[in-house]
């Protein structure tokens, strides 16, 4: 699609492309995520930009300078109310310079409403945000969304990791069967989606006689830390580069770790799990990966549960996501919403 300006007003318009400008990258490139929690940098996203599926990219003009960025990913959902077209909110940014102006709320709200105006209800706006960044709930809530889930982050490491010889790569012949297992495996979470599964052809197994009993999507991933919160941040920020071991879990100017999302495990075979993970990372030359699951979800309390997860989850400061929701239907009313349900999270939307 062409650039449609979307907002004006006085020095400032709203455009909306389906291209990331590469203005909008260096921004995204230069945000620093992240306020009273961990501070950091993501890398990488002038590759990721361009494997994001129907993205509507809404940048922030002033003087021909992009101060903001908003970008909305379509996919179909399924939700609570049913099975609806979702529009997924990521890269929130606004210039470090232009913050506390009301920019951030404006994008959201425009783009919120180019959806209203060009797509038919029903439909859903989610996001994720951190509980410690107080200015994106606000935003959000303010826009009419609400939290129907808590995510909690959790670190998987080994320190030197050793290959399973039951591991490999899923075949592509194999991805839609995959996908179907899946469907299965996850019958009961809501906001599922699977369009990211095998991206960059990172789906990993075990198998046992042919058999796969276990699987994970595993994503490399590169962030660049500013500080960390508590002692424990202290800690991995400034003493952890001092001892070579510990500087390969945990080197804050260039933080590699695998993004995990997708996990299957054939019923009966849990203990196939640990394996699966230290494979991944060993695959990589990794030495941590990191999940985003719902407080609810039985696989956050089987990892935690485990006390096997390594020596980095020790060192995490407990970091809370809500999941930001707003539904917009023909009648305007909100369905209720399953509690008991737990949220499927995909790697790809977070890093």
């Known amino acids: 699609m062409e650039a449609e300006v979307v907002f004006a007003a006085k020095d400032i318009f709203i455009v909306v492309e389906s291209a990331a400008d590469e203005s909008a990258v260096a921004l995204l490139k230069r945000t620093v995520y992240g306020t009273k929690g961990p501070r950091y940098q993501h890398t990488g996203q002038e590759i990721k930009v361009g494997h994001l599926r129907n993205p509507l990219f809404f940048r922030l003009i002033r003087e021909n300078q992009t101060i903001g960025f908003y970008c909305l990913t379509e996919r179909e959902v399924d939700t609570p109310a049913g099975r609806m077209k979702g529009f997924y909110g990521r890269y929130l940014a606004v210039d470090e310079g232009e913050k506390g102006k009301g920019y951030g709320r404006l994008l959201k709200a425009e783009a919120a409403k180019f959806v209203e105006r060009h797509v038919s209800p029903p439909l859903v706006l989610f996001s994720y945000i951190e509980e410690s960044n107080i200015r994106s709930l606000r935003i959000?809530?303010?826009?009419?969304?609400?939290?129907?889930?808590?995510?909690?982050?959790t670190l998987f490491s080994r320190l030197s990791p050793e290959l399973d010889n039951r591991f490999g790569r899923l075949d592509a012949s194999e991805h839609e069967?995959?996908?179907?297992?899946l469907e299965r495996f996850y019958e009961e979470y809501t906001f599922k989606t699977f369009e990211n599964i095998s991206y960059g052809g990172n789906y990993f197994v075990l198998r046992e006689a042919g058999v796969i009993i276990a699987g994970v999507q595993a994503n490399p991933v590169s962030w660049r830390f500013v500080s960390m919160p508590g002692v424990g941040g202290w800690v991995m920020m400034h003493l952890f580069q001092l001892v070579p071991g510990l500087k390969k879990l945990f080197n804050p100017a260039c933080?590699?770790?695998?993004?995990?999302?997708?996990?299957?495990l054939k019923p009966g075979r849990e203990e196939a799990l640990f394996p699966l993970l230290e494979s991944a990372l060993a695959h990589f030359g990794f030495s941590s990966a990191m999940f985003q699951l719902d407080t609810k979800d039985h696989l956050l309390h089987l990892l935690k549960s485990s006390g096997r997860l390594g020596f980095m989850n020790q060192f995490k400061k407990s970091v809370t996501t809500h999941v930001m929701v707003k539904f917009l239907t023909a009648r305007g009313e909100q369905p209720n919403l399953l509690a008991e349900q737990p949220v499927y999270v995909s790697s790809f939307d977070f890093t």
């Open 140 to 153: 959000s809530e303010t826009e009419g969304f609400s939290s129907i889930a808590t995510l909690e982050t």
């Open 177 to 181: 069967p995959m996908r179907r297992q």
């Open 255 to 264: 933080y590699q770790f695998l993004a995990l999302e997708g996990l299957f």
